[in-house]
């Protein structure tokens, strides 16, 4: 099998289209925790607000991590590409063979990272949860009234 200049160029809009996706993660939970930021600056501490900052910071590192390996698929690309127009076939092959690789150990770094975003959402959920155990039942069933602490 022979790799032509096509072979790279065809990952470049994907590798382009991944990396937007990536911004605009990264925007979101820049967003977040500016504003979980302040609720924290402001006194509103809870067990809850913490653990979403501490998961919100591990996020931030998985996002930093699968734009840098993204980055690194688009220019390895870019390295391939220049090899084929030379004439490099051997080295081209390996290359374009790391800038895959180098994608692919992104997408499964996005793939953790989304693990971790339904965690935060769980850990929001919970507190909605813990309101509901305590009156969900209260007024609709008799005998089950909300008790006073």
């Not at 402001?42 to 931030?60: A, C, F, T």
């Not at 996005?110 to 209260?138: G, M, Q, Y």
Request: aromatic share 10%; glycine share 4%; with cysteine.
């Amino acid at each position: 099998m022979e790799i032509s200049l096509n072979t790279p160029a065809l990952l470049f809009p994907a590798i382009t289209l991944l990396l937007l996706a990536y911004t605009n993660r990264f925007l979101a939970i820049a967003n977040l925790i500016r504003k979980l930021h302040d609720e924290y600056v402001s006194g509103k501490k809870s067990k809850v607000l913490l653990e979403q900052l501490h998961n919100l910071k591990k996020r931030i590192n998985y996002i930093r991590l699968m734009q840098a390996l993204g980055v690194l698929s688009f220019l390895c690309c870019v390295v391939c590409m220049f090899s084929i127009y030379k004439g490099w076939v051997k080295p081209a092959e390996y290359i374009f063979a790391a800038s895959l690789l180098s994608l692919l150990v992104s997408l499964i770094i996005s793939l953790v990272e989304i693990f971790l975003s339904t965690r935060a959402l769980e850990l929001e959920l919970s507190d909605i949860e813990e309101l509901e155990k305590t009156n969900f039942f209260a007024g609709i069933i008799p005998g089950r009234e909300k008790k006073e602490p």
